[in-house]
């Protein structure tokens, strides 16, 4: 069966800091891959989606990024925190293919910046 | 564009009541798919059902039941005899077939309290 990792699980960090957050996605190959902001108010943003190794497509100009230098690894980043990045973050995966394939979420990580 | 709206911000209800969460979409696709996801206190969101735009026979699963009606455009979801274990943000999502891959439009969520 599929499985999905995130960690760091919480995180704390000051203001202008980096960021990495990674995902992990076991028993699947060549997953679409997602990551997604959830801040206060609860609603969930779609922030970079990868339907494969190098391939990133965002959806939200802001100062993160993501890669994706495995087929199951999806990674996301920031050279620099700001306050507005504190939230919870979540990847998800889904087979590739077109639209309505289910997507399954991870764990998630709770980031705060200082 | 595509839009899920989901009005109800908040349901409290008793332990054993019957709850129903309201979702309504809209899209111009003709072939799209509506979703349901559970999120817990935890934080991780739960997949608990899809459903194309073809599909409109109701679904049952135990004390879950979902009622997809293309002609008010919505896809409602009944717990019915609710546990204090349903206790969670409940999230409608949309994806269209127009996109090409798999993103989802999520509603806001409904946020249900069971109470003892």
């Known amino acids: 069966s599929q499985t999905i990792h995130q960690w760091p699980a919480t995180l704390v960090q000051p203001v202008g800091s980096p960021l990495s957050l990674e995902c992990t996605v076991e028993?699947?190959?060549?997953?679409?891959l997602y990551w997604y902001r959830q801040a206060a108010g609860r609603g969930l943003q779609l922030l970079f989606y990868?339907?494969?190794?190098?391939?990133i497509s965002s959806e939200v100009p802001q100062n993160l990024s993501a890669s994706r230098p495995q087929d199951r690894q999806f990674i996301l980043s920031s050279k620099k925190l700001l306050l507005s990045d504190s939230g919870f973050y979540l990847c998800?995966?889904?087979?590739?293919?077109?639209?309505?394939?289910?997507?399954?979420f991870g764990p998630g990580t709770r980031l705060l910046v200082l | 564009a595509q839009k899920v709206t989901q009005a109800q911000t908040e349901i409290s209800v008793v332990e054993k009541e019957d709850v129903t969460l309201d979702c309504v979409y809209e899209?111009?696709?003709?072939?799209?798919?509506l979703f349901w996801y559970k999120q817990p206190p935890s934080g991780e969101l739960v997949f608990l059902i899809r459903?194309?735009?073809?599909?409109?026979q109701n679904e049952i699963s135990g004390r879950y039941s979902w009622n997809f009606q293309k002609s008010t455009s919505s896809f409602n979801f009944t717990i019915t005899a609710s546990q204090v274990v349903d206790s969670a943000v409940y999230f409608c999502?949309?994806?269209?077939?127009?996109?090409?891959?798999?993103?989802?439009?999520f509603g806001k969520g409904t946020m249900l309290l069971v109470s003892p």
């Open positions: 990868s339907v494969g190794i190098g391939q």
């Open positions: 999502a949309l994806s269209e077939e127009g996109s090409g891959y798999s993103t989802l439009t």
């Open positions: 028993g699947t190959s060549n997953p679409n």
């Open positions: 459903r194309n735009s073809f599909d409109e």
């Open positions: 899209t111009r696709d003709t072939t799209y798919y």
């Open positions: 998800a995966w889904s087979v590739a293919g077109g639209a309505g394939e289910t997507q399954y």
